[in-house]
């Protein structure tokens, strides 16, 4: 049994490519938006909106795939609010509903940051709405845990950004915060009892979008009881492997409070990645990867046929245009 995993696809509908001068339109400092032009152009992403074509090349070379699991983040969020702009959810929709219609009742799909919305870098604008989550699951049909069983194996899917909400939170409406973490508590739960529930011979696949997650759930007793039973935990989020080096590197790191919103996100992260390590950690690129390297590209595996074997992952590369 063939799986093929996807993330990051940060599909463009209509709406959201006619947002001309995004991703710099809402930085007014001139130093810090030349700054971040240079940034995206020479190492994270030239245009972000001008990797469609990557989803159809996916599509086409993982059809005949018996299960297909997409790790979040499906459109561009243009607006920084998640799916509660119109826009993004547009683009959202349309990314799903290719993969649904080329995989019909073989697509399980988890709920990305970039669904639920977060500022940006340079950015004093948007954040986590609650809208966005809820319509995520009615309009877009994402739940916010799954799980699948294949074989002996139990395929999980959680929301990152629910269990990691306390470094979220600042980009939180205040009004909204106790309703979030309501939610977060809730699906912990979840995520415990289905920890709990594991029988003797199975195996985990979690799939985690954002590892900013991880030590959150190591901190939960059910979970670290089963360590030895998660056999790898696909993220995404990052976008390229060199980005996973660098977090590994920088793990430690001091928490920096003086210089916004985004390095305050990524250092509370970081300083806790020391725990990421029980998880066993598999990044699945972006399909454009960055723009330094070009290694955009996604994940298939091969089910083992002995209970003793091991899933056997493979990763293929893509390549964005120029």
Known sequence: MQLAIVSDIHYAGLAERARVGY???????????????????????????????????????????????????YSCDSAAIGV??????????ECLEKLRTAFPGRLEATIGDHELGKKPLGGDMGGLRLASFFRAQSELRLAPFWQRTVGNYVLIGITSSLISFPIYAPEAIDSERGEW???????????????????????????????????????????????????????????????????????GMPVIRFLGHTPLRLSSALREARYWKPF?????????????????????????????????FKLHRLRAKS
Not at 35 to 64: K, T
Not at 84 to 93: E, F, I, R, T, Y
Not at 220 to 246: A, Q, V, Y
């Open 84 to 93: 509660s702009d119109d826009p993004a959810c547009q683009s959202a929709g």
């Open 23 to 73: 991703p710099l339109a809402h930085i007014s400092h001139p130093l810090q938006r030349l700054a971040i032009a240079a940034y995206r152009r020479y190492f994270w992403q030239r245009d972000p909106f001008a990797h469609n074509h990557l989803l159809d090349q996916f599509i086409d070379r993982c059809r005949d795939s018996d299960l297909v699991v997409a790790n979040g983040d």
């Open 280 to 312: 066993k950690v598999l990044l699945c690129p972006s399909l454009a990867g960055i723009e330094l390297l070009k290694d955009g590209g996604f994940y298939t595996a091969q089910f083992p046929t002995t209970v003793q074997g091991a899933v056997d």
């Open 181 to 251: 973490e309501k939610l977060r508590q809730t699906h912990l739960d979840r995520i415990r009892a289905a920890f709990a529930a594991l029988e003797a011979d199975q195996r985990v696949l979690l799939f985690c979008h954002d590892p900013t997650a991880l030590p959150f759930l190591a901190r939960e007793e059910p979970i670290r009881r089963n360590f030895d039973r998660i056999e790898r935990t696909i993220i995404g989020h990052l976008h390229s492997s060199l980005i996973l080096f660098k977090s590994r590197l920088l793990t």
